[in-house]
């Protein structure tokens, strides 16, 4: 027997709509790409979507076409999210910090129709105009009065694409299934691929990262995502927020330390999200000036591990908590979510910094298991760890123009990651499967081993690759960057970490270097590392 209950498509209009009607006058601060500080609101933002989508439809853009944004976090970026999807196209969220072999690639799989971009994009477009083979349009997401002369022949601004639009928009009724927008992985992990939300996927992990045991959105709060619109979606949090009627603050191109500080205290922030390396440089500030930006009370650190010393900075220095997440692009992206359990909240702080390093608590709407090699599913005890499988709606079940299932055939979809799990549900990365370390028959976590190093006074960021022994096969190499002059031998720092990790990790050789290769999102590359120590042997 079927439920008598209306059948009401998850259609991601919805959330803007209802942020519109009841939240309208929230605000949506962003400093623009042009320079100023501009004010805007939910109410402001659908108005413009409206119009904007008339524009599009208008333009010709049909249901299922592609138009890519190459932009950062702003006002005028939402806007184009709620019109490009609300009109049934999708929208492609392209990486502005990728090479133009890779820019074009993108463009060209995706086959996008138009591209909208910010005015420092327009040299590198007009560089790569004539290879991408299907862009009808480039349209600069700004007034005709700070358009630049330099970007892609034809280029219209922004402003004057919409100005004479109908302000009025009937959004259409579609099937919840329908693709809404498309982020490409990193491709730190092998070539590009596609990764087409649909709106029922966006609506539901949307509404997921409201709970308090994920992202905790609130009216009461001021959310600045310092994570990228063209990085999963800024982690959804411009489909979140809302739902939550919570005020936006958009950074813009600024995203230094000192930038985001001055911005974040200025519009009085009380939350932020972002990867570890921008919050480096935010802390370094917050060291600097003695203080944190005035509103500040917690973060939210994803996209590559937190470290027990970012975790202290934050917390102890400068009494800003911290939850740790995980999740990845093909997970739209939210995984699991670090708060602690009741049960974890009176202990001592060093008893509870075991659990606060782990990635994070299981949230309702992803399943999540480890298994060994051979698929064989191992124990949730904490301790063992396996390759993390993946179930849920929010979880890409095909890449786009793959043709064939990204799944096992039970469903799962493999992460890459090693994680061990435990009874409460809380997963720990171990490592990528690409980067353990096999040392003999054992297993020699890198980032474990990472997170060890980084605690000392003097290694201020650290990556380990596994490097050729004669007969281990493969030990541990650690390459730091040093906080300031000093650089101890190997002898000091393993006798450092020997304490904090077991004694088969600790590594055989070390290396300074004046800074690690961090790819365009924030993560160490560590392929190029290894093409770098390519060679290099210990033993
Ligand atoms: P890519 O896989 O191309 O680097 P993603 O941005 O989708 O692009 O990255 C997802 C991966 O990032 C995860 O599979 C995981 O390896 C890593 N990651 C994300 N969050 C964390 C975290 N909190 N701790 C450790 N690794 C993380």
Redesign the pocket.
């Known amino acids: 027997m079927q439920g008598l209950m209306m059948n009401t498509p998850l259609l991601i209009t919805s959330l803007i709509q209802f942020a519109a009607q009841y939240h309208g006058d929230t605000s949506i601060v962003t400093r623009s790409t042009e320079g100023p500080v501009r004010h805007s609101s939910y109410g402001e933002v659908f108005a413009r979507a409206q119009r904007l989508a008339n524009a599009l439809i208008d333009f010709g853009i049909k249901p299922g076409d592609r138009i890519a944004t190459v932009a950062w976090n702003t006002d005028r970026h939402i806007e184009l999210y709620y019109a490009i999807s609300g009109i049934g196209a999708i929208c492609h969220t392209v990486n502005l910090r990728l090479a133009d072999a890779e820019l074009v690639y993108i463009l060209n799989h995706a086959e996008d129709r138009m591209v909208f971009f910010d005015t420092d994009m327009s040299e590198t477009l007009a560089r790569i105009q004539t290879q991408t083979k299907t862009v009808d349009r480039f349209v600069a997401m700004t007034d005709a009065a700070h358009l630049l002369d330099n970007g892609p022949e034809g280029t219209i601004d922004y402003e004057s694409f919409i100005a004479s639009a109908s302000p009025h928009h009937d959004w259409a009724i579609f099937d919840e299934n329908t693709a809404a927008s498309m982020c490409y992985?990193?491709?730190?992990?092998g070539d590009p691929k596609g990764v087409l939300y649909s709106h029922r996927a966006t609506v539901l992990h949307a509404m997921a990262s409201c709970y308090a045991s994920t992202l905790n959105l609130r009216t009461e709060d001021v959310v600045l995502p310092v994570v990228p619109m063209f990085?999963?979606n800024a982690w959804g949090v411009p489909y979140s927020a809302p739902i939550a009627g919570t005020p936006l603050v958009m950074p813009g191109p600024k995203l230094d330390g000192q930038s985001l500080f001055e911005f974040m205290d200025a519009e009085c922030v009380t939350k932020a999200l972002g990867v570890p390396t921008v919050w480096m440089s935010l802390l370094d500030h917050m060291d600097k000036v003695g203080r944190k930006p005035a509103g500040l009370n917690s973060v939210v650190?994803?996209?590559?591990?937190?470290s027990e010393a970012i975790i202290n900075r934050f917390e102890l220095d400068h009494g800003v908590a911290v939850n740790?997440?995980?999740?990845?692009?093909?997970m739209s992206?939210l995984g699991v979510v670090n708060t602690l359990k009741t049960k974890y909240q009176s202990l001592p702080r060093d008893q509870q910094m075991p659990t606060k390093l782990k990635?994070g608590r299981a949230i309702y709407g992803v399943d999540l298991c480890i298994v060994d090699d051979d698929g064989q599913e191992l124990p949730r005890d904490g301790d063992t760890s396996g390759r993390l499988l993946v179930k849920g709606p929010w979880i890409v079940s095909e890449y786009f123009k793959a043709g064939e299932s990204a799944l096992n055939p039970e469903g799962w979809f493999d992460?890459?990651?090693i994680a061990t799990l435990d009874p409460d549900g809380y997963m720990m990365?171990t490592d990528?499967a690409k980067d353990i370390i096999k040392s003999g028959g054992e297993w020699i976590s890198s980032?474990g081993l990472e997170n060890a190093a980084v605690g000392h006074p003097v290694i201020k960021q650290a990556a380990v690759i596994g490097v050729a022994h004669p007969k281990w096969l493969e030990r541990p190499l650690l390459v730091c960057v040093p906080e300031g002059e000093n650089q101890p031998d190997l002898a000091e720092i393993r006798e450092y970490l020997a304490e904090k990790v077991p004694k088969l990790w600790l590594p055989d050789a070390i290396e300074w270097v004046e800074s690690l290769p961090i790819?365009a999102?924030g993560?160490v590359l560590k392929a190029e590392l290894r093409n770098r120590f390519a060679g290099y042997t210990v033993g």
């Open positions: 992985t990193s491709g730190t992990t990085h999963v650190i994803g996209g590559a591990a937190a740790h997440a995980w999740g990845m692009t093909e992206p990635q992460t890459g990651d990365i990528r980032v790819g999102t993560k």
